[in-house]
């Protein structure tokens, strides 16, 4: 299969860690970052990656996505549902190491995320609305 990208990342992320797994010509490296997520986007700029896929289920992604943004990486928000694995059994390092072996040969569709400033009116709107109805 065609590489697409030579150097890329992989997150598998959860609510208490962060699992990432880079690609680059030398090698397969996988991390676990459980406290500082600073410090997982240094690594992943440090290994020279241009594009970076995330998998996540809850709203854990936004501080990632937030952060990657701006280091000016390509990031990519990826449904659970649209990239299956192998049925059998499934820890998060394979899930990492899966979603970074699929973003390699681009095979993945991110969802859509609005621009910065969308996003943020969205969530000033949204506090708006739950001020009107605590008062109400």
Known sequence: ?????????????????????????????????????????????????????MESTGSFWKLIYDLLELEELQTLVVNAKHMKNVSGRKTDVKDAEWIAGLLRHGLLQGSYIPARDQRELRELIRYRRSLIDERS
């Open 1 to 53: 299969m065609e590489v697409v990208y030579s150097r890329c990342c992989g997150l598998d992320v959860h609510k208490k860690n962060v699992l990432g797994c880079v690609i680059t010509p030398e090698g397969k490296e996988v991390r676990t970052m459980i406290e500082d997520i600073i410090l997982l986007v240094d690594w992943i700029k440090s290994k020279g990656c241009s594009h970076v896929a």
